[in-house]
């Protein structure tokens, strides 16, 4: 809520670019650490965050508090805070997958074409194994989990060869498919 404040406050003697840094250091900046970890099971803090992020965005904007977010989030080009986790989770995997990043995570994903030696719809999409769980809290709702079904389901509704293009053509190509799904 400060941060909201300051945003409008300061709305009135910034230019556009200038406040949506602004938006960006005091607010996304505390949203987004860690955000893979805290947001993964939490549903109703999740809606609270939206909330926020669409107050925070409208303020950016001059615009009035029932005023429609979503195409605000597609002409300032900026995501939703749901769709960013899914965005960092889709990261993730890429990154595991060409083991960049921590050891702890090189080989923690398994793509079903290497799983199965015989063709399934899963390996078809080029999509990766769900792990079996008995578990809500670590399994179903676990970064894994939650990572893996963020990834397969972009990668069936996306035309992108998911797993053979540069990450940062990925980043590109998922930032403009998620912001056209705001129009």
């Given amino acids: ?27 996304i900046s505390h949203l987004i650490y860690g955000c893979q970890v805290w947001v993964q099971r939490i549903t109703k803090l999740l809606r609270k965050v939206e ?20 195409h605000l989030y597609s002409t300032n080009k900026i995501l939703k805070f749901e769709d960013f986790v899914h965005f960092k989770n889709v990261n993730l995997i890429k ?43 670590h399994g179903v709702h676990s970064i894994k989990a939650r990572s893996i ?6 990668n069936n ?3 992108f060869d998911f797993h053979n293009i540069t990450a940062s053509e990925l980043k590109n190509n998922l ?3 998620i912001l056209t799904t705001y129009n």
């Fill in 1 to 27: 809520n400060r941060s909201i404040a300051i945003l409008a406050k300061v709305r009135h003697y910034t230019i556009n670019n200038l406040l949506k840094n602004i938006y960006y250091s005091i607010f």
């Fill in 51 to 70: 909330k926020l992020q669409n107050k925070a965005l409208r303020i950016i904007n001059f615009q009035g508090p029932r005023t429609e977010t979503s």
């Fill in 95 to 137: 990154n595991s997958l060409k083991s960049i990043g921590p050891p702890a995570f090189q080989n923690y994903f398994i793509r079903t074409v290497d799983l199965h030696h015989h063709n399934t719809r899963g390996a078809a999409n080029d999509n990766l194994t769900v792990p079996v769980s008995n578990t809500k809290i």
């Fill in 149 to 154: 079904s963020s990834c397969n389901r972009l």
């Fill in 157 to 159: 509704l996306t035309n």
């Fill in 175 to 177: 930032l403009r498919y």
